[in-house]
């Protein structure tokens, strides 16, 4: 929904008309958080230097504002500055910490890492 929003007011508009009908309420949503410049330097890495017109540095930013004004239960804020590893490692004890079924799972790609 921030990609699609100018705000984070019509953020949360586009999320409440799409509840119910079109999504179902995340237990857990993750945001990862990495400075713009960076989440650009991978993209252009990823894709040889043509990002996508939702990819262009200023809806990065718009999208980074709206992100951060998430609040409620089920959002987890994870540094995603570091390495794939780092981020993965966040996530998984995200997970850990609020999944209480497959957890054999989630410690088995813990020892991975």
Same mark, same amino acid.
């Given at each position: ?16 008309s799409y509840l119910g009908t ?24 990823? +894709? ?10 200023? &809806?990065?930013?718009?999208? $980074? #504002?709206?992100?951060? %004004? !998430? ?7 994870? +540094? ?10 966040? &996530?998984?004890?995200?997970? $850990? #910490?609020?999944?209480? %079924? !497959? ?11």
């Amino acid at each position: 929904m921030a990609f699609q929003a100018n705000s984070a007011d019509e953020a949360d508009s586009l999320y409440e008309s799409y509840l119910g009908t079109e999504i179902l309420r995340p237990d857990i949503t993750m945001i990862l958080r990495c400075p713009v410049s960076q989440g650009r330097q991978r993209i252009e890495r990823r +894709d040889k230097g043509s990002p996508s017109t939702f990819e262009s540095d200023e &809806a990065q930013r718009r999208a $980074k #504002e709206i992100y951060e %004004t !998430r609040s409620g239960s089920h959002y987890r804020f994870i +540094d995603a500055s570091g390495t794939k590893d780092d981020t993965l490692r966040q &996530a998984v004890a995200v997970l $850990k #910490e609020n999944c209480r %079924t !497959r957890r054999d799972i989630l410690e088995h790609l813990e020892q991975r890492l």
